[in-house]
């Protein structure tokens, strides 16, 4: 669970880094946003859905009584600090701040829980504990490079895909970053949460989204409007993206809402999630 709320969560969080500061930068702050917001209720009516569908997903009590909670917290800041249509440094460095303490927190609470792990192996009579080996560290850190320089060829690929679309559909930039750019960005975590599911690792496939969620909020938004200012075009309420905060917060609460009795998403859960999706992007093509 830590794994997927952290070193996952963030690996599969990265393009939308790159996406978000991308369009900061090229002057789209609505595909900056919309993307964070739209990758958000991807990753949890889509993705969640499609992945309790090929297998039901379970979940530790603490997801619930404290990640998934933390999840709605930042989301509700993110509502608040949104309503004057600007996301200043100032407020950027507050998300940044945010993510740091979110990660010491679980790398805290992950120690305490493995040395009482240890603590309960060494009791155990010929019970030998063999760390496992790490691999070669410099393949690793050029993997990690090729990642990144992949990434950010992507990010620029994909903006200047994205607003040629948008010019072509005549369409807006908070349409394209809700909806192109938020699926484009959310394919990896589409790909590990399936893949963990499938392979019965429910732990990190829910973990991974409600950590990818977080991370999106403090460390995307927060990297993207330090870098640059976060104007929301036409205002926060006048544009209507007040309502795809709405719905991030409801999608939010959702996962709570299924999972307080039995921690558990089941297939019926997953399909009633996906038709939810389904629906809101009529919405916005209706609305567009």
Known sequence: MVIGLTVVAFGT?????FVSVVSSLKGKSMIAVGNVI???????ALVLGISALFMPIRGQSSVI??????????????????????ISRVEGTTLLAGIV????????????EFKKLMGKAKKIPG??????KTGLRLRQAGLILLGIIG??????????????IMTFLGVGEKFIGLTIVAFGTSLPELATSVVAAWRKETDISLGNLV?????????VLGIASVVKPITIQGGFVQSGLIYDYLV???????????????????????????????????FLVVKS
């Open 127 to 132: 019970k030998k504990i063999v760390p496992e």
């Open 248 to 282: 991030m917060i409801f999608i939010s609460f959702l996962p709570w809402l299924l999972m307080r009795v039995n921690y558990k998403i089941s297939r019926r859960h997953g399909i009633f999630m996906l038709g939810f999706y389904g629906i809101y992007l009529m």
């Open 13 to 17: 969080s990265t393009p939308e880094i």
């Open 65 to 86: 009584r404290r990640d998934i909670p933390i999840m709605l917290g930042v989301s509700l800041y993110l509502l608040a600090i949104s309503f004057n249509s600007v």
């Open 101 to 112: 303490l979110y990660t010491f927190l679980n790398y805290y609470i992950a120690r305490q």
């Open 38 to 44: 739209g990758s958000n209720i991807c990753n949890i």
């Open 151 to 164: 990434v950010v060829g992507g990010a620029e690929m994909l903006i200047g895909s994205a607003i040629k």
């Open 211 to 219: 950590g990818s969620n977080v991370f999106n909020i403090l460390c």
